[in-house]
């Protein structure tokens, strides 16, 4: 372990909880947010701490929680949180507060919205409530750190922002019983973004009205389709949502007959990155349901496993080296044809005609035509392509033996050498979404 050179803090009592995102676009500047605190901070990487001009107000807001960043404009989305009244008759959330009970608050949104102290709670327990959770997603431009959007769900009530891998679109997610999705599609920089679109899923929300019925999801960018794939913690099904036509298709496949083989309503949906399959969980069943989204059907179900997380990884080293195997050999194929162009020949070809006169006339017509060249030309082709073969098999034998040799040392690592094991609960996706 490495240890923290820095801690940035943005509230008194020292103990933030909140979002961070950085991004190669963005240079030495990261964004975060905390829950308890009204701003978003911009935060100088190279110097490890808050800029000067870093306290970006978030409206109406108790605090700033999930936090993601589009590449494609340049924006932030930042999710804001609210109090809400409980305790007494008429309370935004009722005359209960809770197991937790309620704390002294100040509402900034809905009915009881003012300077005054009264009972109440702040953050997750007022997610969802129509009357306060209305502020949902703030949009930012980063290039000038100002408000250029607010977006919320259907309903009118806030949700939380989940960017595609490419961020052409932000998912927002409510606790609305998974009724409805919205789908934003980035604008310009400097501009708000725009619904594309809202989706309703249909699943089986009974007694979650208040809560969401998917608790992941899958982007896919494969054989120029993009799709999104939700599956449901109340059903064995999947929704897949075909996005490549710039309509939202939705599709349904589902996996099992049997009982729900959700473990407390929530699920794992991972896609296996490059290939058309998306692999899902059923814990409380130990399965992994295996299903084609280009067509919509299940194609395996794995029995006997116990799902912790499940995680895609793309083999980056790999395709590098195939890669640089391509461009090798593309290069070689260019240098032969540079040093051995294509010769050009005249053909004259002589056409008698009959004149007018009855006297013949010889007409001569010349024309091109590209030849392959010589025997000896033939003859370099033939050695270019042994070249070739050669080069791939001293390529395949370097990455063979390197291989080899890494296989050998982790056979030969010491147990106590602290290593991450296959059981390691520190994993993050790599391919079809964007987990911190």
Known sequence: ????????????????????????????VGYATDRDSPFLYKIDLSDRSVMDDGKIPVPLSHGAEQLVYSPVNGHVFVRSTVCCTCGFEGADNGPDCGRYGGDNVTVTTGPWAGPNIIMGRCGYSCDGNAATDINGVFEYDTKNDKLVGKHVMMDGTGGDPYPSPDGQHIVMLARNGGTSIRVLAAGAPGQPSTVFADLELGFNSTTFEGDQVFNDYSFIENAGKKMIVFASGTENKVAIVDLTSGTADISYVTFSEGPVSSYRERRQVEWSVGTNYVWVDGADADEVYV???????????????????????????????????????????????????????????????????????????????????????DDNDIDIVGIIGLVLGAVALVVGTMNLAFLSKMNNKPKGSGAASPGDDEEVTLGSKDVA
Do not use: C, W
């Not at 372990?1 to 030495?28: A, C, K, Q």
């Not at 912790?308 to 391509?326: E, K, Y």
């Not at 006339?361 to 035509?369: D, F, I, K, N």
């Open 291 to 377: 299903i084609d989204v280009m067509s919509k059907s299940l194609v395996n179900t794995i029995s006997n496993v116990e799902t912790t997380r499940i995680l895609s990884v793309d083999n980056h080293a790999r395709n590098v080296q195939q890669g640089i195997m391509q461009e090798y050999i593309q290069s070689m194929i260019t240098a032969d044809r540079e040093a051995n162009p294509p010769k050009i020949i005249q053909e004259t070809t002589t056409i008698v005609q009959e004149a007018e006169k009855g006297e013949p006339t010889t007409v001569s017509a010349q024309s091109a035509a590209a030849t392959t060249g010589n025997d000896e030309n």
């Open 1 to 28: 372990s490495h240890e923290i050179s820095t801690n940035i803090t943005f509230i008194d009592d020292g103990y933030s909880r909140g979002y961070v995102v950085t991004h190669p676009s963005l240079g030495d």
